[in-house]
């Protein structure tokens, strides 16, 4: 199982980016599919996440900022960050878990976001 994510890059405060993550390979169901963050000397922390009929949970720190989606067909989860804050600032993380609770991660993608 790959999880290819994109998006990442150089936003201004203020500013949006939108983060997609495609899965691809042996996997026959995903349940949660997910975003979470890793900033320096940091711990990984859950950004948001959302369940296979479309359940949605954010961090405190993003609601009302972030949106996340998904589309079952294509097998891909998007993260639309909107008001980014210098805070965001971090490499991000796409996750799914299949039914079995076998967990697969993206290989990360860097935002940063200049005040």
């Known amino acids: 199982v790959q999880l290819q994510a994109s998006g990442g890059g150089l936003a201004q405060a203020g500013g949006s980016l939108r983060l997609s993550c495609a899965v691809s390979?042996?996997?026959?169901?995903?349940?949660?599919m997910g975003w979470f963050r890793q900033a320096p000397g940091k711990q990984r922390d859950l950004v948001a996440s959302?369940?296979?009929?479309?359940?949605?949970n954010y961090a405190d720190s993003v609601k009302g900022r972030f949106t996340i989606s998904r589309d079952n067909a294509k097998r891909t989860v998007y993260l639309q960050m909107n008001s980014l804050k210098p805070e965001d600032t971090a490499v991000y993380y796409c996750?799914?878990?299949?039914?079995?609770?076998?967990?697969?991660w993206g290989q990360g993608t860097l935002v940063t976001v200049s005040s």
């Open positions: 996750n799914v878990r299949a039914p079995d609770w076998s967990s697969y």
């Open positions: 390979g042996s996997i026959f169901r995903i349940n949660d």
């Open positions: 959302i369940t296979n009929i479309g359940n949605t």
